[in-house]
T-cell receptor, first 111, second 117 residues
């Protein structure tokens, strides 16, 4: 069963604009991870935020986590056409368990 | 190896045939995962290996699906008597397992696109 639900399902923006994607989940977690997928093939890990963290940055990415609301957001600043992809949140529990993925947000960045 | 590899990259088969999908994880990664992704959908967890044992097979959709892992490395996912609804991209991922750290970052292979005619 799916734990994370991303919102919106699809997002279209212009180059240079910021893109915000949200993720909600249902049960307690150890960490939350964001992945990116190009062209329906392998996923690439972007960032991991632990349940005791509230915000994390990596380059143009900013992730927030609100465990009281069971939600997370991924912000991509100054977007580029190359950011066009599907973005998935995935929740991690204790070690030795699989990530549970949401259905993803499809981001289109036009130049 | 440098990354997770999967073979074949594409597989077209006829309904009722058996198929084997292979995954080579990153060297030293003890955990290996299989997922399935249907067109436009999220990832559906199938099975997880820690070493050669599979403590979580809860995602396997039917008894036509099985997987094994040998030598703590290569894994094979076998689908018997394939059906059209088995058509999907099958993704493999590997990770380290650090027991006091929660589910770790997973490194994905490029996937195998299976088409059942």
């Amino acid at each position: 069963s799916q734990q994370g639900e991303e919102d919106p399902q699809a997002l279209s923006i212009q180059e240079g604009e910021n893109a915000t994607m949200n993720c909600s989940y249902k049960t307690s977690i150890n960490n939350l991870q964001w992945y990116r997928q190009n062209s329906g093939r392998g996923l690439v890990h972007l960032i991991l935020i632990r349940s005791n963290e509230r915000e994390k940055h990596s380059g143009r990415l900013r992730v927030t986590l609100d465990t009281s609301k069971k939600s997370s957001s991924l912000l991509i600043t100054a977007s580029r056409a190359a950011d066009t992809a599907s973005y998935f949140c995935a929740t991690g529990r204790q070690a030795g368990t699989a990530l549970i993925f949401g259905k993803g947000t499809t981001l289109s960045v036009s130049s | 190896g440098a990354g997770v590899s999967q073979s074949p990259s594409n597989k077209v088969t006829e309904k009722g045939k058996d198929v084997e999908l292979r995954c080579d994880p990153i060297s030293g990664h003890t955990a290996l995962y299989w997922y399935r992704q249907s067109l436009g959908q999220g990832l559906e967890f199938l099975i997880y290996f820690q070493g050669n044992s599979a403590p979580d097979k809860s995602g396997l959709p039917s008894d036509r699906f099985s997987a094994e892992r040998t030598g703590g490395s290569v894994s094979t996912l076998t689908i018997q008597r394939t059906q059209q609804e088995d058509s999907a991209v099958y993704l493999c991922a590997s990770s380290l397992t650090v027991w006091d750290r929660g589910t770790d970052t997973q490194y994905f292979g490029p996937g195998t696109r299976l088409t059942v005619l």
